[in-house]
């Protein structure tokens, strides 16, 4: 920015010149628009049944605690099953499990964790499993789409709606000989609609835990082998 603020003095005792009014200089041509480089093709996913990688998934969310923070937490413990066509977002599907027990919570006071999953809260006594199972998948973009399903949770099952972007993926690499695709997911819902109200702020006050709930997820799945994959050496 220093070095411009001298040339704009200049430009401006020009202008104030006599010489300037007698003697214009032509303006440079305007610079020809830069051709944007083209995205590199696709790699070619193979359709199939591809599973969670554990070790690379996350599954958050927020909920707001008196108007003042994101309350964020997550689940440990869940899996996943998706049928995949990259080609056919129609016939591609979603099956998810959460262990509602395996909820982490940032520095919990003693005896916090134990009131979240008890009968006021998600009741994991009661209700040992959340499941998600996709209705529909459909594309919004050449990376995006959205993937409704029914979330049972609390004993409840409702349609939720998850706003999905597709990493990418590959065929297979010589240190992971199989099929690899990678998404990030966000939805909301309201926990009230499931059966869990307790706490909810009082209408036009932020006392309390929110009744939205964000969800963030973070997901890598592994599918079919790659076609040239070593075989496996034999028992010895």
Not at 98 to 112: A, H, N, R, V, W
Request: glycine share 8%.
């Amino acid at each position: 920015m220093k070095s411009v603020l001298p040339v704009v003095a200049l430009l401006a005792l020009a202008a104030c010149s006599p010489q300037t009014a007698e003697k214009k200089a032509e303006a440079p041509a305007a610079a020809a628009p830069t051709a944007t480089a083209p995205k590199p093709p696709k790699a070619d996913i193979p359709a199939g049944d591809y599973t969670l990688d554990k070790a690379h998934s996350t599954l958050v969310f927020r909920v707001s605690h008196l108007g003042f923070s994101n309350y964020t937490a997550a689940f440990g413990s869940f899996d996943a099953k998706l049928k995949f066509d990259q080609n056919n977002a129609g016939v591609s599907a979603l099956e998810a499990t959460i262990d509602p027990k395996s909820l982490t919570i940032p520095s919990p006071p003693e005896g916090f964790l134990a009131e979240l999953t008890g009968a006021q809260w998600l009741n994991t006594a009661t209700y040992p499993a959340i499941t998600f199972k996709s209705t529909k998948v459909e594309t919004t973009g050449p990376d995006t789409g959205k993937v409704t399903g029914d979330l049972t949770l609390h004993g409840v099952t409702k349609p939720v709606t998850l706003d999905v972007t597709y990493n990418g993926g590959y065929a297979g690499h010589p240190m992971d000989p199989h099929a690899r695709v990678g998404f990030s997911a966000k939805g909301t819902f309201k926990r009230s609609d499931f059966g869990i109200a307790y706490g909810v702020p009082a209408p036009g006050t932020t006392m309390g835990v929110s009744d939205e709930v964000q969800v963030t997820i973070e997901s890598e799945f592994s599918g079919p082998a790659l076609a040239t994959a070593p075989a496996p050496a034999p028992a010895a």
